[in-house]
């Protein structure tokens, strides 16, 4: 796995961008997604609007973001949101790694982790 500081990838199919477009402003949200297409990246990427925004307000319920081999067919991640002192998601952070290396009981490990340190992020922000 190898990852460029600064590239780009569709926020629909990775955890991170998932987890801003979960909690992100409902009128920015359909701009959004009115602008860009879901193309597959993998056979496991969520194409259809209705069941991207689904996958969002089960998101949006737990609190974490999962890309399951979404964006990279060998690629598992768990995201949780970040917000501001005012309540807005500002950012979010992932842990990420190849299928091989993040096995299920390993993986179900990182969640909790996720959302207590992007909790701890927010709470340095002015979160409440």
């Known amino acids: 796995m190898h990852s460029t500081i ?4 569709p926020a629909y199919c990775t955890g991170v961008g998932k987890a801003l477009l979960a909690f992100a402003d409902g009128d ?3 701009k959004l997604l009115n602008k860009h297409k879901l193309l597959p990246r993998t056979q496991w990427t969520i194409t259809e609007k209705e069941k991207l925004l689904e996958e969002l307000a089960k998101i949006r319920e737990r609190g974490y973001a999962l890309d399951e ?3 990279r067919s ?3 991640c768990v995201a949780a949101p ?3 002192y005012n309540g807005r998601v500002v950012a979010s952070i992932s842990v990420a790694a190849p299928i091989s290396r993040m096995p299920d009981e390993r993986f179900n ?3 909790p982790l996720t959302k207590e340190y992007a909790e701890k992020i ?3 922000l002015g979160y409440r």
């Not at 600064?6 to 990838?9: A, E, I, N, V």
């Open 109 to 111: 490990e990182m969640i």
């Open 74 to 76: 060998e690629l598992r």
């Open 82 to 84: 970040v917000f501001n």
């Open 6 to 9: 600064g590239s780009r990838q």
């Open 122 to 124: 927010s709470k340095n």
């Open 69 to 71: 081999r979404e964006n």
């Open 28 to 30: 920015e949200l359909e």
